[in-house]
């Protein structure tokens, strides 16, 4: 199917059985948050939200809740693009299998922008942001803002729309100081595109123009969040995958509008310009806080005729940003491999908030001969891993090599590894670098620190379920849970200080197999699943603060120890947790009573409020 409208999403998903409507009045603030996690949680269908209060404008979510759903998207344009991205990751494929890619030609046709010379022709109207459908998440957000925004820059230097960038970054609409239909907050890191873009306007003295597109096609979402190839930009990819050639104009202040989209929303950034913007949920499963980000002078605003407002919901993993996450890998299938020389897999951990934790494995071929093997090319690919893209954001690399599982496999990966593992050889900081904006666990915004874990020969341990008896009878150990072989959760006293706790076990025998100790704050809650051990051990914890050691020392200003101790209590500093407003996920459960639109899927949902 080609669309050329989210209305045209909505008729085939429903058609199709994959979208139900909720005619009932439904509030922005929290209401239509909630009922989306469920129904993600759920595995439930799109939900389309034919009446918003507060807006004229009817609003979607959940489009792409399931893997099987966005292929169903996508199902025309799928395999044509992934030719075409196999062609520009590995020419020599084009030559050994030419027949495959005869279509690719084809499929390439639509990848070049078509500029209308003016908007007189298109269906767009002015309005006003306060017309929006302003849709508040969480309990504690500063307020509304743009969860599927399309945000478009152009490049100052080479201006035009082939050498335009256009991401997802957060748009706040209202609440904390915004002039409500005057200006918006924009919030991404400085090395994005649109970073990238604001650094080279002010070097030249000019505010830099900004267009933020809103629905359409659905390829045109996913290409915001695509991490493409060096030289292919985000509207080629767009057309690629939309089937359909991105269609766009130029409105009287010299603003892009996508043609294509249901809404669009231009202004400028003034550099010397910017304003609180936050808090707000996000996809670590915490609040991200109030900061001083840019602000964008809105100018106009567009609607298209029966445009519909696209949202998701962002929050603990896994969520619908993991399927973004799974059509990516689907799409750019061995990418990474060809740009970083040696890797075979990199698994961004997606229970772990994606940049936390990355799992690798890579050849280690430096010195075959040798008669112990020891990690040495692996050093130098994880290395290559962190100057790569958003691989840069990782906090914690584990990486090894050989016969080893596949780093999807989460716990045989970890346990490979802890067998393997020198704990007193294998672990190589990065201090005082920077880390993904929504993290703030080293307290200073920006800033942390990285580790990358290698593994690499024979087993050098046998790992084991037991807790050892010195650290179960502890009188500090409150409380022990076995995670799997190899790794315990720990609860201590109030107040109990890490480094002293590991110091305390030093002299202690008996702890050779079980490697690596987490201290958390909910040891059961920690220990029911790998799931959870990735969220609260690698959301929760900076390494350079929070690694400790029995038996630890530097030697050559290379730390190293006999057992890890993460540290991963909850810290005056943390970001809070997000958790569901109580009164609203009482009043939501009348869409799932005997006669709702939700009552089908009511068996599936959580209707308690979780803790």
Known sequence: MIYRSTQEVIHDLEHHGHLVRIQEEVDPHLEMASLHLKMYEAGGPALYFENVKGSSYPAVSNLFGTIERSEFIFRRTLEPVKNVMEVRNDPAAAMKKPWRHVGSGLAALNALPFRRRSMEASDMKEIQVEDLPLIQHWPDDGGAFITLPQVYTEDPDKPGVMNANVGMYRVQLSGNEFDLNKEAGMHYQIHRGIGVHQSKAKAAGKPLKVSIFVGGPPAHTLAAVMPLPEGLSELTFAGLLAGRRFRYTYDEHGSAVSLDADFVITGEIYHDEVKPEGPFGDHLGYYSLTHDFPVLRIDKVYARENAVWPFTVVGRPPQEDTTFGAMIHELTGGAVKQEIPGVKEVHAVDAAGVHPLLLAVGSERYTPYAETQKPAELLTIAHRILGTGQLSLAKYVWITGGD????????????YMLERMDLRRDLHFHTNTTIDTLDYTSGTLNEGSKVVLAAYGSRKRELQKEIPAAVQEHDQVLKAETVMPGIAALELQDGADASAFAASLSDHSGLDGMPLLILTDDAAFTAASIDNFVWTTFTRSNPSQ????????????????????????????????????????????????????????????????RS
């Open 546 to 609: 929070d690694m400790h050691g029995t038996n630890a020392g530097t030697r050559d200003k290379h730390w190293g120890c006999d057992q890890m101790i993460i540290d991963a209590r909850r810290k005056a500093h943390h970001a809070p947790p997000l958790i569901p407003d109580r009164e609203t996920e009482e009043k939501v459960k009348r869409f799932f009573d005997d006669g709702g639109p939700l009552a089908p899927w009511k068996k599936d949902v959580q209707l308690e409020e």
């Open 404 to 415: 080893c599982p596949s780093a999807d496999d989460e716990e045989a990966f970890f346990q």
